[in-house]
Nanobody
């Protein structure tokens, strides 16, 4: 059974940093698109960053470009989201998700949520001004 477990959320002041982790267990895909999504209260869930476990280019939402970095340690089955220069508008529940290789374009992973079969339960990030 595949499980994705997020950790690393918390409360920080604007300008601060957090690193989220997503550890997977079970038989996840050989070559997978890993993604971070977020959802703020009253808003739709949106893609933040995606990366393919076997190369390619990461994707970042315009709102986090230059501040967030997605990375992975395949030996540890863990995907990270380093978040720097946090802003109050980054306050959201952050979710990790995994999609099969069919979500990989050959250069980057698509962000369409229906492509992602496995989801974590989320970790809350709160940024105060």
């Amino acid at each position: 059974q595949v499980q994705l477990v997020e950790s690393g959320g918390g409360s920080v002041q604007a300008g601060g940093s957090l690193r989220l982790s997503c550890t997977t267990s079970g038989n996840i895909y050989t070559g997978a698109c890993m993604a971070w999504f977020r959802q703020a209260p009253g808003k739709e869930r949106e893609a933040v960053a995606t990366a393919y476990t076997h190369g390619g280019m990461p994707y970042y939402a315009d709102s986090v470009m230059g501040r967030f970095t997605i990375s992975q340690d395949n030996a540890k089955n863990t995907v990270y989201l380093q978040m720097n220069s946090l802003k109050p508008e980054d306050t959201s529940m952050y979710f990790c998700a995994a999609a099969p290789p069919t979500a990989y374009s050959g250069s980057f992973c698509y962000t369409a949520q229906p492509l992602y079969n496995y989801w974590g339960h989320g970790t809350q990030v709160t940024v105060s001004s």
